[in-house]
């Protein structure tokens, strides 16, 4: 069973907006999208800025250092599913926001079930392409 920590009061983040939250040893990007909250590792597994700082559109955001996008639902790269990032579980009680102090999609265990199935592609957003000659 996965402890909660709580972070922040309903309306602490602006819709449309992340916010980043230090639990335990890690910072963790909690976004309001809409009324509904999600919630991945806050260092971009590029060169580590903070996604709580991207621009979030239609359930991605985009690394503002470099402009890597990731799915917040699911934590995958939208130019490659192969590479993740962890997802936490969010639960509202009351007018508390909290957070799973672990991982509940752990980004390592997913690159290791895209190498078993060889998914590929892209998130469902995602337009683009893999395009790996820039990075
Ligand atoms: S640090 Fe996020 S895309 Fe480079």
Request: charged fraction near 30%; glycine fraction near 10%; include cysteine.
């Given at each position: 069973?996965?402890?909660?920590?709580?972070?922040?009061?309903?309306?602490?983040?602006?819709?449309?907006?992340?916010?980043?939250?230090?639990?335990?040893?890690?910072?963790?990007?909690?976004?309001?999208?809409?009324?509904?909250?999600?919630?991945?590792?806050?260092?971009?597994?590029?060169?580590?800025a903070?996604?709580?700082?991207?621009?979030?559109?239609?359930?991605?955001?985009?690394?503002?250092w470099h402009?890597?996008?990731?799915?917040?639902?699911?934590?995958?790269?939208?130019?490659?599913?192969?590479?993740?990032?962890?997802?936490?579980?969010?639960?509202?009680?009351?007018?508390?926001?909290?957070?799973?102090?672990?991982?509940?999609?752990?980004?390592?265990?997913?690159?290791?079930?895209?190498?078993?199935?060889?998914?590929?592609?892209?998130?469902?957003?995602?337009?683009?392409?893999?395009?790996?000659?820039?990075?």
């Amino acid at each position: 069973m996965e402890d909660f920590v709580l972070v922040a009061k309903v309306g602490d983040i602006e819709p449309g907006k992340g916010k980043s939250f230090e639990v335990g040893d890690r910072v963790i990007a909690i976004f309001n999208e809409d009324g509904v909250y999600r919630a991945i590792d806050d260092m971009c597994p590029h060169m580590g800025a903070s996604l709580a700082t991207g621009f979030l559109e239609q359930s991605e955001v985009s690394c503002p250092w470099h402009g890597w996008r990731f799915d917040i639902r699911d934590g995958s790269w939208c130019d490659n599913r192969t590479l993740k990032t962890d997802v936490f579980e969010i639960r509202i009680d009351g007018d508390q926001i909290l957070v799973s102090s672990a991982p509940v999609i752990k980004a390592k265990d997913q690159l290791d079930a895209n190498k078993e199935s060889e998914s590929g592609g892209g998130c469902e957003n995602c337009q683009s392409t893999k395009d790996t000659d820039d990075e």
